[in-house]
């Protein structure tokens, strides 16, 4: 195992920090404001604080991806003790869905506990301290206001950008007390008025949406400490991320770069499939607001849709042409809509449906793939004239789609799109499989001649043909590197997405056991190492940003790769169970889908699993399965 910098406990991870300089990075995220702070302790052995804060509705360009009004802040609130200001110097910190930050000054007088947060519902970043006599003498604690104020200019006229906090006079302590105080950081929009919080307040409301994400919403229990500790900040990262827009609330991936705006991948496929087994509305809200935004660019003339929709739903990115997005729309839409359980809505969405289909349909080649421009690597790697995922994510999008066909009473449709499924599927195996570094894989296109790690795709979209090998490919040291799947063999580039459907689609090809290993492998490096606690985006690009939709694929490593949810009706789905034996029993609670609240346990039995499904009303069912068996529960 790795060397560890942070220990687990109850939910929260620890850096306990004397004497050891470090700093790392962490995004968090409120309605309207996300805030990537680096801290650590210099090598003075004192506090280090950078606030990165972007405001997803200050625009600073009109119709720019990238015009997110960004303000980078410093400074530290210095104290006196009896008269002398002092230094900080970090004993350990703690994060909890806070980063909580413990400190002493020189003369062991005082405990500076400060508490970083986005506030949930304005445009502000707080740090909420609180000063704690630790001595055994009374302490006279002072500090001077601070009121700062500075303009910035962009698309909405002039922001006001605001620093405050209040003065403290001479407050004496007696050994034992405390005294607090905040520091606010907000900006805002000309004619709104300047932010006024109470510091507490805000963090009660900012733990509520923790303590929802870790046990209202699709609650896991595995017995591995570090995996559900892990899955339910993943919860977090991914559901926090959705940003008061001018389009309404709307999932976006963050990393400094990318707010108000959705983008095919990220919000569509990633973390669309998820959202309804959360059963936290607002992320519901941001899916359909996406799901909406690209509407209006379906047309009769059969033309790509745009990758992304940015600034707040005013226009559009598509540089990389077209990188199989109405294949990840067609999947990620149709994944959501099964789950969430809605007729009504999905009626709504049967025409955007459909249309992805005869898109889809329209860019069969003459090899009966699908032809794209790019993938979402957007040409950092080459993939041909057409890709294995394109196809792939198509063939999934075809079934999803004839799902919904069957529920809304379209059986024509529901047959058409099941027959193009299977054409594709055949000339998926046909075309792209292949010999590639001595392994009965995949080739990714046409001319590929390198391992990549995508190969890994056909198992999360229930193609298992080529699994033995296609598995002992992507566990082999030519592509599983010391963060996972590198991109390409002999290249040392990651992106955690195609690690994470790597995880899930080993799990869906039933080698559990096998593949355990490389999950807690995974999961302790990205919980407890130099880079904590999310997964991340990318290596060297972004130098690993915590973007929140990784975080929803992390997730959907254990609901559908561990447990093998697959949506099937608006009152139905699957179960393929793939647990190691390292897990006696797994359990994921408060499952908010199909028109329910359930909770599923699965458990081994002799050599299958014993499955236990109970609704909220106390219903219960149970199941016995052969390892490899797949149930539909209806």
Known sequence: MQGNRWILENDKIIWNCSGDSHLDTIEMAGNQIAAIVTYGVNDTGTLSLHRELRYPLLRTLPKDTYATLGCHHEQIQSFSIDGKTIQEYPERFVFDGVVHVYSKDADNKVVIKRSLFPCRNSKAYVEHVTITNCSQKPVIVSSEAICERRFERGAKGVYPVDIDSRAMAGVTLVPGDSVVNDLIFSARLPMEKPIRLDGASELAARMDLVHQMFSDCLDLETGDDKLDCMFRFAKLRAAESIFDTAAGPLHSPGGGAYYAAVWTNDQIEYAGPLFPFLGYDRANTASENAFKLYLPFMGENLYRIPSSIIDEGNDLWEGAGDRGDS?????????????????????????????????CRLKVNEDGVIASDSDELEERFASGDANLCTSCLTYAGLISAADIAAELGKQDKQKEYLEFAAMLRKNIERFFGAEVSGYQTYRYYKENTLLRSWICIPLTMGILDRKEETIRALLSDRLFGKDGLVCEEGNDTFWDRSTLYALRGILNAGHSDEVYQFLEYYVNKRLLTEHVPYAVEAYPEGNQRHLSAESALFVRVITEGMFGFVPRGFRSFELHPSVPKALKRITLKNIRAFGNCFTVTVEHAGDGYHIRLETVDGRIRNFETAVGETIRIE
């Open 327 to 359: 294949a990840m729309y067609l999947y990620g839409v149709t994944r959501f809509l099964l789950a969430y359980g809605k007729q009504e809505t999905a009626e709504q969405y049967w025409d955007a449906i459909d249309w992805c289909v005869r898109y």
